[in-house]
C-alpha cells in the first residue's frame, strides 16, 4: 500500500477516528480517574511490565470500541450504494480489503503504541533501575487485538450491512470479554469457564504484583487465537459469495482450537514470577530486588542500625537479615514472616513512605512484632497490631511515637498505644523484656494479640 493510497483511505474511512477515539478514551481513563494503576509498586508508570499490563487491561472496554468501530467501516460499501460496481471492476476484491484494514491496522496499532509509549517514557524518567524486553509481547499482543477485532468487525459488517450491526456487535464483544475477564478474576478451580477459555479475552485483570508476568504460553495462544480472528475478518471483507463467507469461517476457528490446545489450563500457570525482576541485590545485610534497586541506598544505612537494635535487643533469636519480600500472596493472605530476616514490602506505606530515623523505627517495628495482617492500598491492616508495634519499637528507641503511613491516625494509634505503654514502662527491667520477646515469639506464629501481650493480658 503506497502512501497515495493510504492518504485516500485515511480521508475516507473512520481509520483516523478509531485511533483518535482509543487514544483519547484510553488517556483519559488513566489520567482523569484515580484507581489501583495509580497505587503502589504496581503503578502503571512504575515498571516496565506494570505499564504493559495496565494498557493491556484497557482493552475491556477499547476492544469492545474497536470492534463496534470496525464494523462501522464495513458498511461503507453499503450505505454508497457502490458493491454492485465494485465487484465489476477488474481489481481484486482482496486488494480492496487488505487497503481498507490495513489502514485501520495502522491507525489503531499506532495509537496503541502512543498509549504504551506515555507510560514507557514516565518510566524512563522514574527510579526503576530494572530494564528488560518482557513487557513487549504483553504489548504486541495488545496492538495485535485491537486490529484483530476491528478486522473481524469490518468483515462482519459488510456481511451483515444493517445499521444495528455496529452497535449489536460492540455490545456482544463487551459482554464476552467480561464474562470471560470475571472467571480469570476469580482464579479458583470452580470458576464457571475453564482458565483456558477464558484466556481467549485479550484483556488482562487488574495488576496486584509487580513480580508477576504472563507467561509464554499465554502469549503464544492468544496470538493464534487473535491471528484467526483477523484472518476471518479479513476472508470476510474480500468475501463475494455465501460460500466463501461460510469458509472464511474457519481461520477463527482453526485458531481458537490451537489456541486452547496451547493455553495453560491450570491457573496458577498464567501469571509467573518475572526471576529477574525478583532477584536480589544487596548493599550488606539488606537486600532489594532488581525491580526495586533504586530504594536501597535509602534502606541501607537505617537497615543496619535496626539490625543492631534487634539484635541487642532480642540477641540471638535476632534477624541478621533485612530483604523484600517477592512471596505472591493473594489479599487478605498472612504475609511471610521468616525468623532469620526482616521481611519488607513496599506497598506497606508504613515502609515505603518513611525515611532516615523514621524508617529505622519502622524497620525495628517490623523486626520485633513481624505483622500478620498485611498493609497495602487494599489492606489496611489492623489498629491494635500496628500500635503494639509502636510500643515495641518504643521501648527500644525510649519514646513512644506513632509509625506514619499507616491507614490508621497517629491519635488513634497513640490512644490504644499510651495506656499500654505505661502499664509497660511501669514493669521491672526483666519484666518488660520479657514481654517484648513474647511479642516476638507470638507474631512469628501469627497467634495472640500483640497488645495484649504486652499489657499482661489486660488491654482488652
Not at 486490529?147 to 459482554?175: D, E, K, N
Request: aromatic share 6%.
Amino acid at each position: 500500500m503506497n502512501f497515495r493510497v493510504l492518504r485516500i483511505e485515511l480521508r475516507r474511512s473512520v481509520a483516523p477516528w478509531a485511533g483518535a477515539v482509543v487514544l483519547t478514551t484510553a488517556s483519559a481513563f488513566l489520567y482523569l480517574l484515580h484507581g489501583p494503576w495509580w497505587n503502589g509498586t504496581v503503578s502503571w508508570t512504575a515498571q516496565w511490565t506494570s505499564t504493559a499490563l495496565w494498557t493491556r487491561a484497557l482493552l475491556v472496554y477499547l476492544w469492545p470500541l474497536a470492534v463496534g468501530l470496525g464494523a462501522l467501516q464495513g458498511l461503507r460499501d453499503h450505505r454508497s450504494k457502490m458493491s454492485e460496481l465494485l465487484t465489476s471492476t477488474p481489481r481484486p476484491a482482496w486488494h480492496r480489503a487488505a487497503t481498507l484494514a490495513g489502514t485501520v491496522a495502522v491507525t489503531l496499532a499506532s495509537a496503541f503504541a502512543l498509549l504504551v509509549l506515555q507510560g514507557a517514557v514516565q518510566v524512563m524518567l522514574g527510579d526503576t533501575a530494572y530494564t528488560h524486553l518482557g513487557w513487549l509481547p504483553i504489548s504486541l499482543v495488545g496492538a495485535l487485538a485491537l486490529v484483530a477485532g476491528a478486522v473481524l468487525g469490518m468483515g462482519m459488517g459488510r456481511t451483515l450491512p444493517s445499521p444495528l450491526t455496529p452497535p449489536a456487535l460492540a455490545v456482544t464483544a463487551f459482554v464476552f470479554i467480561n464474562l470471560l475477564r470475571m472467571s480469570t478474576e476469580s482464579g479458583t478451580p470452580t470458576s464457571m469457564v475453564p482458565n483456558r477459555i477464558s484466556l481467549l479475552s485479550p484483556a488482562v485483570t487488574e495488576v496486584r504484583d509487580v513480580f508477576l508476568t504472563l507467561s509464554a504460553s499465554v502469549h503464544l495462544g492468544q496470538t493464534l487465537w487473535l491471528l484467526g480472528m483477523a484472518a476471518t475478518g479479513f476472508a470476510l471483507l474480500a468475501a463475494a459469495t455465501w460460500r466463501a463467507r461460510l469458509l472464511a469461517l474457519t481461520p477463527v476457528l482453526a485458531g481458537a482450537v490451537l489456541a486452547l490446545l496451547v493455553l495453560p489450563a491450570d491457573p496458577r500457570r498464567t501469571y509467573v514470577v518475572d526471576r529477574a525482576a525478583a532477584a536480589m541485590v544487596c548493599d550488606g545485610p539488606v537486600c532489594v530486588t532488581k525491580a526495586h534497586q533504586a530504594r536501597l541506598d535509602d534502606l541501607a544505612g537505617p537497615g543496619r542500625r535496626a539490625l543492631i537494635l534487634l539484635h541487642d535487643t532480642l540477641g540471638d533469636r535476632a534477624p541478621d537479615s533485612i530483604r523484600e519480600s517477592t512471596a505472591v500472596r493473594g489479599i487478605g493472605d498472612t504475609p511471610q514472616r521468616p525468623h532469620g530476616a526482616v521481611l519488607v514490602d513496599f506497598d506497606d506505606r508504613v515502609i515505603a513512605d518513611a525515611e532516615g530515623e523514621e524508617l529505622t523505627r519502622a524497620l525495628l517495628a517490623q523486626g520485633l512484632a513481624p505483622i500478620c495482617f498485611a498493609r497495602s492500598d487494599s489492606e489496611s491492616g489492623t489498629l491494635g497490631e500496628i500500635a503494639g508495634q509502636s510500643v515495641a519499637a518504643g521501648w527500644v528507641l525510649g519514646d513512644l511515637e506513632p509509625l506514619g503511613g499507616s491507614a490508621h491516625s497517629a491519635r488513634d494509634q497513640l490512644d490504644v498505644a499510651r495506656p499500654v505503654w505505661k502499664e509497660l514502662k511501669a514493669l521491672p527491667r526483666s519484666e518488660q523484656l520479657a514481654r517484648i520477646n513474647a511479642v516476638h515469639t507470638a507474631a512469628l506464629s501469627c497467634e495472640g494479640d500483640p497488645l495484649d501481650i504486652l499489657d499482661g493480658g489486660g488491654s482488652r
